[in-house]
């Protein structure tokens, strides 16, 4: 079994920074790819940014050239760095992560972290 937590999220001005971690344990040999996803109340979830092993990185429009996607494979854990914060990004934020299986990747979820921005 695999277990993410997070951590990091909190209340923050805009223009603020603010930094999210999320750490992977369990029966864990090799991690594939990594991201973070958000949710604003009344949204779907949508992709923020991911990273795959090899550390190759994609970023949602509405965050590139603000948030830093970054992961260490020694820690199994994965961050997203956040600068110049919107209220716009305010939701809550969650981390996945994909295990290579015998039957192919399986994917987890973190159990998510409260990110607000004010104006």
């Known amino acids: 079994q695999v277990q993410l937590v997070e951590s990091g999220g909190g209340l923050v001005q805009a223009g603020g920074s603010l930094r999210l971690s999320c750490a992977a344990s369990?029966?864990?040999?090799?991690?594939?790819?990594m991201g973070w996803y958000r949710q604003a109340p009344g949204k779907q979830r949508e992709l923020v940014a991911a990273i795959t092993s090899g550390g190759s990185t994609n970023y949602a429009d509405s965050v590139k050239g603000r948030f830093t996607i970054s992961r260490d494979n020694a820690k199994n854990t994965v961050y997203l760095q956040m600068n110049s914060l919107k209220p716009e990004d305010t939701g809550v934020y969650y981390c996945n992560v994909y295990i290579p299986t015998a039957l192919g990747s399986r994917g987890y979820w973190g159990q998510g972290t409260q990110v607000t921005v004010s104006s």
């Open positions: 369990g029966s864990i040999f090799s991690i594939n790819g």
